[in-house]
């Protein structure tokens, strides 16, 4: 036989009202489960709705909300990681980019170094 219960707030209610119920006869409808939801919603610092059906359902809402949080944490972690080795890449490329400016013109200035010194020393000899 099912025991009808209200204003149920906290455990403790619900432990009294489940109490009750047994001296009737009777029991609490998924108590165990509702103990574990008000456990919950009490670490959580929220407060019961009164019945199972209504804190059943802000549990799931706020596990929901918690599941979104955590995947939008993910989803940035995901993006900064990627923006990071984006600015690497161009770092590196930037910089291979001023090596071979600086090997272009090195040899460039080789060559004439040399092309210099070889017209010098046609001249000389």
């Known amino acids: 036989m099912a025991y009808k219960v209200n204003g149920i707030e906290s455990e403790d209610d619900l432990r009294k009202a489940q109490a009750a119920a047994q001296a009737q ?3 609490v409808p998924n108590y165990q489960d509702w103990a574990k939801v008000l456990g919950t919603l009490q670490e959580a610092g929220i407060e019961s709705t009164g019945s199972y059906e209504g804190d059943k359902a802000k549990l799931k809402q706020i596990e929901e909300e918690v599941e979104n949080f955590i ?3 993910q989803e940035e972690k995901i993006a900064e990681e990627r923006r990071k ?3 690497q890449v161009k770092d590196t490329s930037e910089s291979d980019n001023n090596q071979d400016i600086k090997a272009t013109v090195a040899n460039a200035t080789s060559s004439m170094i ?3 010194y070889m017209k010098y020393y046609h001249l000389m000899s």
């Open 25 to 27: 006869g009777a029991a």
């Open 71 to 73: 995947q939008e944490m």
């Open 85 to 87: 080795q984006q600015e």
């Open 114 to 116: 040399m092309a210099d």
